[in-house]
Structures are given as structure tokens and as C-alpha cells.
Nanobody, 115 residues
Framework: QVQLLESGGGLVQPGGSLRLSCAAS????????MYWVRQAPGKGLEWVST????????NYADSVKGRFTISRDNAKNTLYLQMNSVESEDTAVYYC????????RGQGTQVTVSS
């Protein structure tokens, strides 16, 4: 049974930083590229970032490029998203997902950027 558990969200001031984590279980984590997606209030799911199985290849949405960093620790079955220089537009529920359709994702962690 696939389980993805996000954590690390919270309230952060504009310009601040947060590190999100996603603990994976129930599948061979190291064999799957992984994704971070987000959903802002009243909007649909938005792709944020992708990481290859090895972690050597990463891709980012233009809206977060240069501010967010995706990484993974295959030994710990954990995915990360380092969020720096956050903006109010980053306010959303953040999900990790194991498929490109984002159908297999966790419950999400809320990130609120506000002063």
C-alpha cells in the first residue's frame, strides 16, 4: 500500500524559508521519479518540481525556479523541498506524488506565507 506523508508546512513570513519532507512507504521509492505539486486556495493542482530516481536531474516550474530545491534520500525513502525566499503566491497545500498524473499523493501539508 502506497503511503506518502508530507510534513514541515506552517506559517512563514515573506522572504523566509521552509523545508518540506515526504516520507514514502509501500513501494520501491528509489525506482520512481518523484514530484511536488501544490494547490492554492480556489485553484487546481500546480506542478512545482520533479526529481529523477537518482536525484541528479531536477526540474522546476518557472514560478519557483531559483528559490526552491528538490532533493531525495533514497536510503531514507524521503523526498524534500527546500523553499527559500517564499512569497505570498507560494501559499498552498503542498503534496508529494509518485506518478505524473499526481493521482497517488499524500494528504498534503499547508504552507501559508504571510506577515
Amino acid at each position: 500500500q502506497v503511503q506518502l506523508l508530507e510534513s514541515g508546512g506552517g506559517l512563514v513570513q515573506p522572504g523566509g524559508s521552509l523545508r518540506l519532507s515526504c516520507a514514502a512507504s509501500g513501494f520501491a521509492f528509489s525506482r520512481y521519479p518523484m514530484y511536488w505539486v501544490r494547490q492554492a486556495p480556489g485553484k487546481g493542482l500546480e506542478w512545482v518540481s520533479t526529481i529523477s530516481t537518482s536525484g541528479r536531474t531536477t526540474n522546476y516550474a518557472d514560478s519557483v525556479k531559483g528559490r526552491f530545491t528538490i532533493s531525495r534520500d533514497n536510503a531514507k525513502n524521503t523526498l524534500y523541498l527546500q523553499m527559500n525566499s517564499v512569497e505570498s503566491e507560494d501559499t498552498a497545500v503542498y503534496y508529494c506524488a509518485k506518478d505524473a498524473a499526481y493521482s497517488q499523493r499524500g494528504q498534503g501539508t499547508q504552507v501559508t506565507v504571510s506577515s
